[in-house]
């Protein structure tokens, strides 16, 4: 069964600190996987997109990392702000039709000043 | 700057009532979906189309149905209303998955339903 999950559900970290966010998958056939920021009362918005042959992708202040073999993928956020607020969703799409893009039920990271 | 508009933010319903909900995109994309967000659950799709008049069933189909006479407007309608579709309807929009974009979806804001 495709599923994605992630990990922790939530996260309260302090203004200017770093964290890992943590996503695993059993998606097949693997054709790229993406991470999403909601901000409340927002859609979601692409982060960064990665492919099989791909590992590593920075957005600024965000890095992902893929390990197609584990089938893990991680978002670090570096220098955390009070605007990285949201919640992360990590979303892994198949080769097939328009509707295998399966969604984890992502992470709400709260930053304190 | 790509757009993706709902028709409102928050509705309120009465049980047994006829809602609709609409979503225009202004990026002259071919698909477009309707997923709902419940807390936990993550996005779920309710249904796509990927053209004018053409709709595919999603993985919650039940009690939803959708419209699409033109490419820019896709509508979902919840024939009679029920307290469990009390959630979020998010609407998304994109071009053909064999593009260099990889599927990547344009979200509106959402409508958050409320039935009663």
């Known amino acids: 069964k495709n599923q994605v999950e992630q990990s922790p559900q939530s996260l309260i970290i302090l203004e200017g600190k770093n964290c890992t966010l943590q996503?695993?998958?059993?998606?097949?056939?693997?054709?790229?996987l993406r991470w999403y920021k909601q901000d409340t009362g927002r859609g979601p918005v692409s982060l960064t997109i990665?492919?099989?042959?791909?590992n590593t992708k920075s957005n600024g202040r965000y890095t992902a990392t893929l390990d197609a073999d584990t089938k893990q993928s991680s978002l670090h956020i570096t220098a955390s702000q009070l605007s990285d607020s949201a919640s992360y969703i990590c979303v892994v799409s198949t080769y097939s039709s328009a509707s295998k893009i399966i969604f984890g039920s992502g992470t709400r990271l709260s930053i304190r000043p | 700057d790509v757009k993706v508009t709902q028709s409102s933010r928050y509705l309120v319903k009465r049980t047994g009532e006829k809602v609709f909900l609409e979503c225009v995109q202004d990026?002259?994309?071919?698909?477009m979906f309707w997923y709902r967000q419940d807390p936990g659950l993550g996005l779920r799709l309710i249904y796509f189309?990927?053209?004018?008049?053409?709709?595919e069933k999603g993985d919650i189909p039940e009690g939803y149905s959708v419209s699409r006479e033109k490419k820019e407007r896709f509508s979902l309608i919840l024939e009679s209303a029920s307290t469990n579709q009390t959630s979020m309807y998010l609407c998304?929009?994109?071009?053909?998955?064999?593009?260099?974009?990889?599927?990547?979806?344009?979200f509106g804001p959402g409508t958050r339903l409320t039935v009663l």
């Open positions: 990665m492919t099989f042959s791909e």
């Open positions: 990026m002259d994309h071919e698909n």
């Open positions: 998304a929009s994109s071009i053909p998955t064999s593009a260099v974009s990889y599927n990547e979806q344009f």
């Open positions: 189309s990927y053209d004018v008049k053409m709709k």
């Open positions: 996503c695993n998958y059993t998606v097949s056939p693997f054709s790229n």
